[in-house]
């Protein structure tokens, strides 16, 4: 009997230090990694010293090597800042369309911002424990962690997921306000994050009274930085 007391009372000292000292150390490592991870988006959780987000100037052309559609970006944070889109498409005739977006009203990339604020979410939930306040159970531990494991899968999902256009998004989205010169009303564009990639796809319709629908459609990649 006095054994077995003596073990209970062993991993009970153990269990109050796994919470008290490994449980503390872990979030250290843990918020270590998320920062990192935060300086490559504008988000406002870290000095501008720290911060790597700079312009990347990118090719975006055709992956099977056609020269119908291609486009010179620039990507800052989470806008395409700049771009020159050159578009070819054969209808009765060839029709060239070259449009360009300035620094002045970029393009939103709403998948980086949703990242974005689901890293802040995840840190949050690092930053609300404080080291003089330990952790009193491991069901505390783990409610914390698969609430910061959420916030990590969303902002990876919102990356290798992109969400699916509709026509009605294509026709209504608002980032289409800057092109200049505006672009016709049946050629629609869509740049989005898939994984580690910019994708521009471009979008020929058919618009008439009764509907309106997809009759070509093209992906131009991120080739390279310039």
Request: charged fraction near 25%.
């Amino acid at each position: 009997m006095a054994d077995d007391a003596e073990e209970e009372k062993n991993v009970e000292v153990e269990y109050k230090w796994l919470l008290r000292d490994e449980v503390t150390s872990m979030l250290k490592n843990l918020q270590g990694v998320v920062l990192e991870c935060c300086r490559r988006f504008p988000i406002p959780v870290t000095s501008n010293e720290d911060n790597l987000v700079k312009p990347d100037k990118l090719i975006m052309v055709n992956p099977n090597g056609g020269q119908n559609q291609k486009c010179l970006v620039t990507l800052l944070g989470d806008n395409v800042c700049e771009a020159d889109l050159s578009i070819k498409f054969q209808r009765n005739q060839s029709q060239n369309y070259k449009t360009s977006i300035q620094p002045d009203m970029p393009w939103k990339l709403q998948q980086l911002q949703d990242a974005g604020n689901y890293l802040c979410n995840a840190l949050a939930y690092i930053r609300s424990r404080s080291d003089k306040v330990p952790f009193r159970s491991g069901p505390e531990v783990i409610m914390l962690l698969d609430n910061i494991i959420d916030c990590l899968n969303k902002g990876r999902s919102s990356l290798v997921i992109p969400k699916k256009k509709t026509i009605d998004d294509l026709i209504h989205n608002r980032n289409m306000r800057t092109f200049r010169p505006p672009l016709p009303i049946d050629i629609r564009v869509s740049f989005y994050i898939h994984g580690q990639k910019l994708v521009l796809m471009v979008y020929q319709l058919h618009i008439t009274s009764s509907k309106t629908e997809i009759v070509n459609r093209y992906q131009v990649g991120m080739l390279g930085l310039v």
